[in-house]
């Protein structure tokens, strides 16, 4: 190739890679002040991976220990519809959500300053439900066979906890109420005099001993300390199979504390919800002064219709929102048919939890339970502190190399060494280019290849000293010494490429990033070694005529 | 021209027996231990939860372990990472991969909350979280003995269209020969095998193997240069001639595994390690183990016209092949 057209090459080459790596202005979501914001930042376009610069990867499954998902490719699809609309909402800068093979999806987060708060948006089902409490007494119908039941598996004595074991003396039959028997309700006092009075509380049988009879129809309270055994018994089967049938029990979200012990809310509801979340249009957080952080919620026509007609029907009655199987506050009685707006209130919880249920509320409910199967998270200082080290490490490997090449190969070296300069440009601009990701054993990887790098003109160069020692002129020499010296090139990168395109098809996360950059640096070094330095002989010997009869090598 | 080990005439093949019983040495070595104690596999290949934890002072391990004990996380493994206040905390036990199953993050919030509540709020921060469930672990490495197998068969064929079956078997032999090395090295030097280190492993392979084709690179070139010589003659004329190339590579990537074992940071280590094992194990393997394999194929499987004989009667496949200059322009 002629002289001009090569100079002309590596000339574009340079500028298309400065023109890659040129720091740009680029639009990101950042936090400020607790609030995201679009923000415009200038910076170099290399991106960096979650080690780097800071951030969680997750990996979900679909959750099938609450029962069989029939085709689950399909439900991650659309549980990875609702994830995106829950992270794009959620505010991170270049989020990335994908599926990974066929029943599992990925989610990278980066800089996330909160993970656990992360993962909880991204795991909530969200699934909400309006269910009528309980009011024919069906769980006391029920409480004979219930005690009878966990008698006869003997599973009392196993599973019951030293708080059930204090009550044991007492022996009034059925069920007691925790408040006076007439619905004296609300005022705090009136429920400590009321505990108070009651003292020990509680059947004989296992199961009774541990609930007691709430304030409105439908509510049974739990101390906190058996709220477990209690759940262990639901879920034996032959408990499930003697509950009341049409109706489900669910826990509340928060404890109450009467007389200094806490206790949780256990609720009998009408399995069958009076209306479900997939009518919400709208959710918003707000706060009231008299109820705390709540999320108030619009619904479109249709549910706004369905729940007008449903609430018409059960007025006086009490309506429990249940959230992921989870009651949220206390039950409100509906005084009058509600239409398309409601609110949920958050109990104690700050505003930060209503921001997050209103934003999982808007985004929809996951169609299927999501596990988590891997987490990764990388706080932004080690990501730094990454790179700064790996920076230290390339740069001193630089010097190391540039003190090799010049003192081995002299004028020759400085020619290699000038190409690994271009080498280390060009492999930037390609990672740049190819928008591929910059990980630690990435950063590692270009560290090393810069060693690596310099190995064909070696061959080059080792190929011109036999040649030269031939008694070749140094034009036939280096003519040679480069074609010679061009096989084992070749068939070296060739298959150190191919182990990295291995690499890249089997690896992960970081993995995949050095397979990327290992890639880049192959190509930028056989350009590098082979035309640049190419070239600059040529530039030299045409430069200098007289000069051709030694060649510092 | 300052020149080292120029024109060399080393009879590097003669001392094939005695390296021979040196690497398969180190290799029973290293196998050895391996039946004793298996190895020590990184949370990404087995499930389990990895924190590195940052205190504000230099904490008691044993105040730590004390705290997990309580708070019923057993078996965690506390390694001092980096500083004497950086700390690494590995859940790996069984029992805590399964209860990992439920949920993924749940004991690394279990450690994070109890040891909060001993050492304060402050005075520690989480700065890396990995919690892996088991079948990501078993995934993974499928996944990384499937790179390895692949990479192999890849380079069998390649070789095999480039040079010929012998010259691609006796490759992939020295560089199979790498992975053992490189796996007995692992043991010997306690390392954990995680992701980084496979992808070490895999570079020193190609490393080796660009080694290996280097010089074969040169035997091929030789042989058709077709002097009267044996292939025991050649392949050592081919071993010096590459000599020099050979030095001067190596030194220049130890130079930049050296920086990178000093001062790319703990993360990193583990994977300059085993580069830095693989430049010994690459070379050795190159000289001691493709060159020895190659001519006891020759011997077993000659080549139409003996390997013994002068190969001015170039074997057919040679004839066949096109020109290094043509092949790659």
Redesign the interface.
Known sequence: MNLKYRILVIVALVAASIWALFPRTVVERVKRNGEFVYDTVRRVPLKRGL?LQGGMHL?LEVDE?KGPVPDKSKAIDNALKVVRNRIDEFGVSEPLVQKAGNDRIIVELPGIDD??RA?DVVQKSAFLEFQITDETQALEKSLPRLDALLKDKKLVAAASTPGAKKDTTSSSAGLQSLFTADTSKKTDSAKTDSAAAVGTVGGPGAFSKLVQQGQMPGEYFVAQPDVGTVTQYLTLPEVTAALPPGKVLRWSSDTVSLSGRTYRALYVLDAKPIITGEFLTDAKPNTSPTEGNLVQFTMNNEGARRFRTETGRHIKDYMAIVLDQRVMGQPPVIQSAIGANGQITMGGKDLQAAQDLALVLRAGSLPVPL?????????A??GQ??IH??I???V??IG??IV??L??Y?FSGALAVAALALYILYTLAALAGFQAVLT??G???F??????A??AN??IF?RI??ELAHGKTVRTAIDEGF??A???I???N???A???A??Y???????RG??VT?LAGIAASMITSIFVVRTFYMLWLNRSREAQTTL?? | MFRILHDTNYDFIRWWKVMAGITIAFILLGLGSLAIKPPNYSIEFTGGTLMQLEFTQPPDVGEIRATLDAAAVHGAEIQQFGTNREFTVRAQDPSAVAAQSKGAESIATTIERVLKKKFGENNLKVVRTEAVGPRVGQELRRGAIIAILLSFLITLVYLSIRFEWRFATAAVIATSHDVFTTIAFLKLMHLEISLTVVAGLLTVLGYSLNDTIIIFDRVRENLRKGRKETLYETLNRSINETLPRSVLTHATVLAATLSLLFFAGEVIRPFAWVMAFGIITGTFSSIYVAAPVLLWIERKWPRKTSARQSSSTATPTSRTRPSPATATR
């Not at chain 1, 560290?447 to 690596?452: D, E, H, N, Q």
């Open positions: 080690d990996a220990s993970p656990r993962q596990k988590v199967v891997e987490v990764r998270q990388i706080g200082s080690l502190d990454s080290k790996g230290t490490a390339g001193i490997a190391l190399v090799i090449m003192g081995y002299r630690l054993p950063l590692a990887g560290v090393l290849s810069i060693g690596i310099v190995d070696v061959l080792e000293r036999e074609r010679h061009m096989s084992a070749v068939d070296s060739v298959s150190t191919l182990t990295a291995v690499l098809q089997y690896g992960t996360g970081p993995v050095f397979a290992l510092s090598i």
